[in-house]
């Protein structure tokens, strides 16, 4: 188990003993009717992505509010630290993304969850990148949706068939699907 790994059980018996409503497997992070996963070993493409929470009885992540977004990014924030002042090219942050779970493979601009194929309607883009996002580059194929830790874990599109992100995957427990939970 690497230490990262460690952490995220750590943190998710913690979260476990406050939280008292959402029940998650072991190592599952509790949050507001949903556990999560960060995974951290390999990178992978997007469909891989999409495939290895499916595999794992969970979903790539959907991020529907801005509380949601705030767990998880301050997560992400955690696990990956940036760099100090100065020497931000060397951070580990830099180099680390997570896959959500949207793209807009279908209709150019239309972006849609792939759990509930439902809009996404709540957003974070990075809109103060030097390149605001989405910004479809390069020759318009960014169909697929990142939490970038080169832009604090802002909302990137990216290529969808690059190894650019972990898996973040997330099991809802407040929908009835009382197979997915634990305990
Ligand atoms: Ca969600
Ligand atoms: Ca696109
Ligand atoms: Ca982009």
Not at 1 to 4: A, R, S, V
Not at 86 to 93: A, I, V, Y
């Given at each position: 188990?690497?230490?990262?790994m460690l952490f995220i059980v750590l943190?998710?018996?913690f979260y476990s003993a406050d939280s008292g409503t959402t029940c998650c497997k072991d190592g599952w992070l509790p949050y507001s009717g949903s556990c999560y996963m960060f995974y951290d070993e390999h990178k992978v493409d997007w469909n891989e992505a999409v495939t290895y929470c499916r595999n794992r009885n969970s979903q790539l992540v959907s991020i529907e509010t801005a509380h949601e977004s705030t767990f998880l990014k301050s997560f992400a924030r955690k696990l990956f630290k940036a760099a100090p002042p100065?020497?931000?090219?060397?951070?580990?942050?830099n180099v680390t993304a997570f896959w959500l779970g949207a793209s807009d493979t279908d209709i150019e601009g239309l972006w849609k969850w792939v759990?509930?194929?439902?809009?996404?309607?709540?957003?974070?883009?990075?809109?103060?990148s030097s390149k605001p996002q989405p910004n479809n580059d390069p020759d318009n194929k960014e169909d697929c949706l990142a939490l970038n830790g080169a832009y604090d874990f802002n909302w990137h599109d990216g290529l969808c068939e690059e190894r650019l992100g972990y898996p973040l995957c997330e099991i809802r427990t407040d929908d009835g699907n009382s197979m997915q939970v634990i305990g």
């Open positions: 188990m690497t230490t990262k943190a998710a018996l100065g020497k931000n090219s060397s951070s580990e942050r759990s509930t194929d439902e809009e996404v309607s709540y957003t974070e883009w990075d809109l103060l």
